[in-house]
């Protein structure tokens, strides 16, 4: 027969190793949610010329079965003014809903019958009017405070979202020059 003591010795090694695994896997999994995602959601990373028109991509790339999106887009007003949004060839199936009532603030939603194969598939294009003030190097940042994928299946894609500045290289009105004549 077993003592008393030992048995209880027994259940609390038991106890302390399984808690102390199952800690560790939730900490792994709060540290690094995106780690694992395969999927992702990319926006800007380009050169704009102040006072003139931009468009900005965006882009979704690892989305098996891709049915629906939405992403809620944050920009300064005082730099970049909405000018309007298109669906690509590819997304031409999904519907899609653009609310800019709120200047700086873009909630975009699409949704289809039917999944699509996103690898590196710019899905929809936004068109921006870059402020004519800025002045070359000024960095513009888009913002992604809140996105959704979903597959057809109604199921929720993990992704990553991976956002880069547009960066002002210079001024529409360029330097002044006059043509001579010969």
Request: with cysteine.
């Amino acid at each position: 027969m077993t003592p008393v003591w030992f048995r209880s010795h027994l259940f609390f090694n038991r106890f302390f190793l399984l808690t102390g695994l199952l800690v560790s896997l939730l900490l792994s999994c709060v540290v690094c949610p995106d780690s694992s995602a395969a999927a992702e959601i990319r926006i800007g990373g380009q050169s704009v010329t102040a006072g003139q028109g931009v468009q900005v991509p965006i882009v979704v790339d690892g989305a098996d079965d891709l049915a629906g999106v939405k992403i809620v887009l944050q920009y300064d007003p005082g730099q970049l003014a909405y000018r309007g949004t298109s669906r690509t060839d590819a997304a031409s199936h999904m519907m899609h809903v653009v609310n800019d009532k709120q200047p700086g603030t873009l909630i975009i939603v699409m949704a289809g019958a039917t999944g699509l194969q996103a690898k590196n598939l710019p899905l929809f294009t936004l068109a921006f009017q870059v402020d004519a003030s800025l002045v070359k190097g000024a960095e513009i940042v888009l913002r992604v405070t809140e996105s959704q994928l979903m597959s057809a299946q109604l199921k929720d894609i993990e992704h990553a979202v991976v956002t880069k500045p547009l960066t002002v290289m210079g001024s529409a009105a360029g330097p002044v020059s006059k043509k001579l004549k010969s």
